[in-house]
């Protein structure tokens, strides 16, 4: 049987580990190298690498962190931040990634998806996919949360589908950052309307929310971070109380 | 020991790269290459792919004499090889991702989508699986029957011969997840992405 994934991200700055409250006050709390090999041997079913100022300073300290972080880790390795081009995609394929997380570029150019999934396989590409409620809709934001593209999110997922992504990340703006909780309507609809596995991403504070995320938001993984990062929880943990509420796990 | 992981631009191989040296260390020297008088000259072949069958075939044959080294090493000489993923799928006759693609045809059968019952299942099969071992194989040894596997593919390996069989794993239906024909071995989940349990398997081939 298929299992749930348990999916621990690292927002890295600069070569630094940080998470941000709603984007912003960021906070330094570590080596990412150590922190992922920390979270593999504790049973992370993939690790996540998010780039966060990635679009608007140098980010050849990513690509140092991704090298070393996939000779000591022997989980999938997602990186995203800042990623634009098959250019950018295939060096962190190098370095040694095995998927890529594309966010901005996919909304601004929908060839970074089409081309980019049939040069590397369907499976490394995920499009991250940052939404915010508006009304009764949920709109595309870009660059990092600052800006509204008025796409719909849904109509958007379904698309990205199509265009030969592999994985949805979703991120629920309004919900990142506040330990509320994943949005768990936003969640469900997306995985209702895709048929390629939703990771659910924005507001984990507890662990009934990983629960949330899979029984109710549909999710096939639940990213988290500053619940595993601040050791609050471990993955140990997660998976251990997942496993009790009867969602299938990697034990 | 000259293990040698073949180089085809068959998309990203750098996790295979990765977890061969970490098993192998300093014992065994792990060899990345597309050069065809070293593939010979290897004790053990790895073949990894990813991407699609089409676009991994064709890569094979852009290689001039490539796949005729494989054929050489595989079928005549009877050495080692590890098929990895889409590596594996090219061992059947015929593969039906983007259009009929002719494979290398050393294992009798085809590579078709996997049936996701009309979208209950999502596609790709992404995650990590339970394999059942239905078949004692050299590359399982010390491995668990129900050990997990991560897996990442939309097709499937459905092989005539039931008997080439080693392991199955279950989404919508039974999948095909290891196989083994005298010196020919196969994976469709990435032993280089599952964890200890993964680097086990590659130990156990280099082992051989």
Known sequence: MLKNRIIPCLDVKNGRVVKGINFIDLKDAGDPVEQAKIYSDGGADEICFLDITASNENRDTIYDVVKKTSKKCFVPLTVGGGVRSIEDINKLLNCGADKVSINTAAVENSKVVIDSSKKFGSQCIVVAIDAKKNGDKWEVFTHGGRNNSGIDALEYAEQMEKNGAGELLVTSMDRDGTQEGYDIDLMSKISSKVNIPVIASGGVGNLDHLVNGIKLGKASAVLAASIFHYGKYSVKEAKDYLDSKGIPVRI | ?208
């Open chain 2, 1 to 208: 020991m000259n293990v040698t992981i073949v180089d085809y631009n068959s998309g990203n191989i750098s996790s295979v790269i990765n977890s061969f040296k970490e098993v192998a260390k300093d014992k065994v020297n792990i060899e990345v290459t597309s050069d065809l008088n070293k593939i010979k000259l290897a004790d053990k072949v790895v073949l990894p792919g990813q991407g699609s069958f089409k676009s991994c075939v064709e890569a094979l044959n852009n290689i001039d004499g490539l796949t005729d080294i494989l054929n050489e090493f595989a079928i005549t000489n009877k050495k080692p090889l590890l098929g990895i993923c889409v590596g594996l799928q090219m061992f059947a006759d015929i593969g039906y991702e983007e259009t009929e693609t002719k494979g290398l045809g050393w294992i009798s059968g085809k590579v078709s989508k996997i049936d996701n019952q009309n979208g209950k299942y999502r596609l790709p099969h992404i995650g990590w699986n339970q394999i059942n071992i239905i078949k004692e194989s050299k590359i399982f040894k010390n491995i668990e029957n129900n050990s997990h596997m991560y897996f990442v593919h939309s097709y499937e390996f459905i092989p005539k011969d039931t008997n080439v069989i080693s392991a199955t794993t279950d989404y919508s239906s039974n999948i095909v997840c290891s196989i083994e024909k005298e010196n020919i071995f196969g994976t469709q989940f990435h032993p280089e992405k599952s964890d200890k349990v993964g680097l086990k398997i590659i130990s156990n081939f280099i082992d051989l």
